[in-house]
């Protein structure tokens, strides 16, 4: 099955587009970046050991930090070739092929995290499907943590926008209020003008996971 990522990757980059993907957050890891923003932004919510999901996991870079810090961590991604790097760099992790709009892993998690574009880049018309699908694998007073460009200086090449209004509608269908939303992972309060949003659902009367721990 071609995907929405495997398009605009093989496209922009080539075939070999996981391993160059991968490559390019360790030479900015190797210059100096910090390329954990999200993790530390996890850690930030709730300490390990938690159960996390990382979902659209790609090479796994999210969660192979999160593991480092003590999280009990699965990652899921509908991208063979993404997960073959992950299972390369980190193969005692647990990595699932499965696509975001169908996936039941039977499993809950105290985080379910939706990094790196993830959102923009699920297939036209599978939005409410997958987060159905992410609704569904959250733990009684978990939380939904999405992060994604807003505009085209923020999504890859030829990637249309998400709506943050969509995005709240679907998960407020599923009763999952958007309680928190910041402009980048270390917790920069939110301006649209910036072009990244990063989203906190939880149920309204869930405690704790509602982003007011965040800076
Ligand atoms: C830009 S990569 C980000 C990977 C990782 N989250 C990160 O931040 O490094 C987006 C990932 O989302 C995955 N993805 C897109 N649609 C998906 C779907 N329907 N189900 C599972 N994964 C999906 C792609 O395969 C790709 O690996």
Redesign the pocket.
Known sequence: MS????RIARETVGADYARV?DQR?RAMAARGADIHG?ATFVARLLAPPARVL?????????AVRLAELGYDVVG????AS?LDVARAGAPELDWRL????A?DLGERFDVVL?????IP???PG?LLD?CERLGRHLAPGGVVVCGFGLDAAHL?AGCPPTALSDLDAAFGALGLDATARYSSWDGAAFDATDGYAITLYAEPAASGLRGSDLP
């Not at 990382?54 to 999210?62: K, P, S």
């Open positions: 995907t929405r990522w495997e993907y957050f999200e990382d979902a659209g996991c790609g090479t796994g870079r999210v899921v991604d509908v991208d993404m499965a696509d975001l709009s996936f939706v990094a790196g574009n993830t880049l699920l297939e599978t997958a890859p």
